[in-house]
């Protein structure tokens, strides 16, 4: 079956389940039932019964491409790196990845991990579980491993709006966990940690939220933390162009990377939003640093959020109504020789200090079939005159390469680390 084929599946027999413009494809609707123990005291799952629709979809694991780059925007999220320990290398990164793909399996088909389960998740189904798996640029060096690394993976240049913290930033392994689920998506996160063993150690962990499947009474495009409609722009995956800009080609990446072939590249963000000053804004300028309305995202230029921006549309006082250092402005593809990528974000809130200022912002995660293509160029336009620039603040960031999909029988990643 094919990904679309899923998509459409889902889509048809699940209420509620879009979260963001763009993101149609991943899952298929799943009969799983409410969990039981047996007499051994060992989770098991009966064979009849019923679950909630949002309980039931399951996405699959196996597939052209990794779950959690198209999948729909889930309720909970968690995006974790690893460090290999001192001494593992090849080996044990490859036993390491085939253990984490055997459990990601299990668990988005909602079953109970195959070793010393925890028993959090015994009541769910799968709910939309992903567990996407992805390889930072140190990951190569300690796995002897760097004629392979992709040259999309060489670090982001600096901006000048960047704080970064180093260690909560970059990491030889990436992990990204989405469920509709709160309980379920801790498990996977507990799941993966515990198999982790002595091969990787923690390095950063970050924990997010979007809406809730379902809160609306139909699917909408998804609110951050300011209250913006945040996803529009996204590239749609029935565009003809979608693939060539998400996915590196089935022959491989341009740099002979056979291995990246139907992979993406993600690049995470923790963006903190300054959301005391920001909610001092009247709305009317609060709309003019976007360039859109913030009661339901259309631009400036009049229409709905669907409607593409006048950007030469000029105003009564001889201006021009999107001004020009508008965020949306600055990011449309168009205003960027067409690089595009898709915006796959959780929100986060790390609680409030003693000042009474909120950690609060967007864990930004987004896919393309080369960064340089994709965030950089865009980045270096916000970097230069985004109004939104003095109401954020970037303080760590990754950039990881997510091979494609595991075909039945492997784990992921097991064609670079196993040719």
């Not at 959090?120 to 579980?129: E, V």
């Not at 994709?374 to 916000?382: D, E, I, N, S, T």
Request: aromatic share 6%.
């Amino acid at each position: 079956m094919t990904d679309i084929e899923i998509s459409r599946r889902r889509l048809l027999g699940t209420v509620g389940a879009a979260g963001a413009t763009g993101l149609a494809l991943g899952a298929t609707g799943g009969a799983l039932v409410h969990s039981t123990v047996s007499d051994s005291g060992d989770p098991q799952r009966p064979a009849a019964g019923s679950l909630a629709a949002l309980g039931a979809t399951e996405v699959a694991f196996h597939g052209d491409h990794q779950a959690g780059i198209t999948t729909p925007l889930q309720l909970k999220g968690h995006v974790v790196a690893f460090d290999l320990a001192p001494g593992a290398g090849r080996k044990e990164a490859a036993a390491l990845m085939r253990r984490w793909s055997r459990t990601a399996s299990r668990l988005m088909a909602g079953q109970p991990a195959d070793t010393a389960d925890t028993g959090i998740a015994l009541d769910a189904g799968p709910c939309s579980l992903t567990v996407t798996f992805g390889f930072g640029r140190t990951f190569f060096d300690r796995t002897g491993l760097t004629a392979r690394r992709p040259v999309a993976l060489d670090p982001l240049p600096d901006f000048s709006s960047d704080q970064l913290d180093p260690k909560r930033s970059n990491g030889d392994l990436w992990v990204q966990i989405g469920s509709d689920d709160a309980l379920v998506a801790f498990h996977a996160l507990r799941a993966i940690q515990k198999d982790a063993g002595d091969a990787a150690r923690v390095r950063w962990q970050m924990n997010g939220f979007n809406r809730s499947p379902g809160a609306t009474g139909t699917p909408m495009t998804a609110r951050n933390l300011m209250g913006q409609i945040d996803g529009t722009g996204n590239p749609k995956p029935q565009e003809p162009d979608f693939d060539k800009r998400i996915f590196v080609p089935e022959t491989g990446s341009p740099d002979g990377q056979a291995w990246m072939a139907g992979g993406s590249y993600a690049v995470v963000r923790r963006i903190r939003m300054l959301l005391d000053d920001w909610e001092k804004l009247p709305l009317g300028k609060q709309e003019k640093v976007i360039g859109r309305t913030k009661a339901d995202g259309a631009p400036l230029t009049g229409g709905t959020e669907k409607t593409e921006m006048d950007l030469d549309k000029i105003g009564p006082d001889g201006k021009a109504v999107i001004p020009a250092n508008a965020h949306a402005r600055i990011s449309a593809p168009e205003q960027n020789g067409g690089a595009a990528m898709l915006r796959r974000p959780f929100s986060y809130h790390d609680g409030i200090g003693p000042d009474g200022v909120p950690d609060a912002g967007l864990l930004f995660i987004c896919w393309q079939a080369d960064p340089m293509r994709g965030f950089v160029p865009v980045q270096r336009k916000l970097d230069r005159g985004d109004a939104l620039s003095a109401f954020i603040r970037h303080e760590a960031s990754g950039l990881y390469a997510v091979p494609g999909g595991p075909r039945a029988g492997e784990f992921v990643g097991q064609r670079l680390l196993e040719a």
